[in-house]
């Protein structure tokens, strides 16, 4: 009967990726959103990759002169680039980020970012909850997801305050989201922390290291050790496989899907310093 039931489930495509420059990472996670866009099949792909050397990711409407401090960010090896996605800045470090990137209006029904950001977060929760982590969606302004941004709150880090249905460890964030969407699919991606370096974000960003302290919440400050990314990668695939009834299956990405990447050149541009 289990057998049965899993065959009746839709599958989901599971890629795993090594680490991999800034600008590449955002490059990869855009050539799918448009593959998908240009696409007659439904499918849903998870991404999940973690980063070559420190990244300073900005939002796609962010200005670096504003939201970061680039001279600090040259002098400690720290690459800045654009997402293709809004918020704000987030550092890129010693985390697990993942990627939804579908085409699937059956399972994502809403035509809204805050509507699909509520299931995504609600799979990626449940994974936590097999962590130990106790994490909860945030019932917050929404101003990263949908009101206009102004220089003054689009210059401050993402994980300086949460947005609606972002995840949180009591009153501080653990997971920073944003999302894109296009006529047919969407893309959301996201920054889990494994830990943090509070003062190099700080200094990348020119925030308050005080407050910052104060809003970050990382994996290892709340299950009191480092996680490995096998076993948070497992529990977020496990939770968003129960949330969504779905299966994964592993499929790499292969070098035919990387040169793919150079058709969307002229529409990807996120590298912004090495």
């Known amino acids: 009967m289990s057998d049965m039931k899993d065959a009746e489930k839709k599958v989901w495509r ?86 939804v990137i579908s085409n699937d209006e059956e399972i994502f029904s809403s035509t809204s970012v805050l509507g699909t950001y509520k299931q995504i977060a609600q799979g990626l929760c449940r994974g936590l909850n097999r962590l130990g982590v106790e994490a909860l969606l945030a019932d917050a302004p929404t101003h990263a997801l949908e009101a206009p941004q102004n220089p003054v709150t689009i210059k401050h880090p993402c994980f300086n305050s949460p947005s609606r249905y972002e995840l949180m460890v009591g009153q501080r964030k653990l997971v920073g989201s944003a999302q894109k969407r296009l006529q047919r699919s969407f893309l959301q991606h996201g920054s889990l922390l494994l830990d943090c370096d509070i003062p190099m974000l700080a200094r990348a960003t020119r925030a308050d290291e005080q407050a910052l302290a104060q809003s970050i919440a990382t994996l290892r400050s709340v299950l009191g050790r480092r996680a490995d990314r096998r076993e948070v990668e497992q529990a977020l695939q496990e939770g968003i496989e129960e949330e969504f009834s779905i299966q994964f299956e592993v499929r790499p990405l292969v070098p035919e899907e990387l040169r793919e990447i150079f058709k969307y050149k002229d529409k990807i541009s996120h590298g912004v310093s090495a």
């Open 14 to 99: 599971l890629i795993s990726d090594p680490p991999r420059r800034g600008a590449l990472n955002m490059e990869i996670d855009e050539a799918l959103l448009h593959s998908l866009e240009e696409s007659a099949r439904v499918a849903t792909v998870v991404r999940f990759y973690e980063w070559e050397r420190p990244t300073l990711s900005l939002g796609q409407h962010q200005k670096v002169e504003l939201a970061a401090d680039f001279d600090f960010c040259r002098t400690n090896h720290i690459d800045i680039v654009h997402r293709p996605t809004g918020g704000r800045a987030v550092l890129h470090d010693q985390e697990l980020t993942y990627a």
